[in-house]
């Protein structure tokens, strides 16, 4: 009796319990955050008004009055309607807060840029990058 392929059965059956697991890889895409605040209505408007406003612009709502806020709010629904017809569409409103998210990303990528960029030389060098990514320990 040939014992070879009895021998391959137990050989696979005893590496593959003894093999390492693999781990899956989180294969989703993740979309930045349309703000840090968490969002919940009960306490505070926080959340809306940094995805609504985007987060410079919810800053300076903030230091408003409540006529002042209104008021700068019903500009601010007035370009969000875009057809001009006294209303504003969920599509009207899903395009803003998008824009509003864009010029957030945007910003943000500003700042970044002048954080890295020491010399101020609108390019940031290899030099530069490690030096702000992971401090002046690397040699």
């Known amino acids: 009796m040939d014992l070879l392929p009895l021998f391959l059965v137990v ?16 294969r989703v895409h993740h979309d930045t955050p349309l703000s ?4 919940n209505d009960e306490e505070n408007f926080n959340y809306d ?7 410079e612009e919810a800053k300076t709502f903030d230091q408003l009055t409540p006529e002042e806020s209104k008021e700068r709010l019903g500009k601010i ?21 998008k824009q509003a998210q864009k010029r957030w990303i945007y910003d943000d ?8 960029d020491h010399n101020s030389d609108a390019y940031v060098s290899w030099e530069e990058y ?3 990514t992971y401090g002046y320990i690397l040699v």
């Open 11 to 26: 050989a696979l059956c005893v590496l593959q319990s003894s093999s390492k697991p693999m781990l899956k890889k989180d």
């Open 36 to 39: 840090n605040n968490e969002h």
């Open 49 to 55: 008004h940094e995805v609504f406003l985007g987060q």
């Open 77 to 97: 629904a007035e370009k969000i309607d875009e057809d001009h017809d006294g209303f504003v569409t969920a599509d009207e409103m899903k395009r803003w807060i």
């Open 109 to 116: 990528v500003e700042r970044q840029w002048q954080t890295h």
């Open 130 to 132: 490690k030096n702000a």
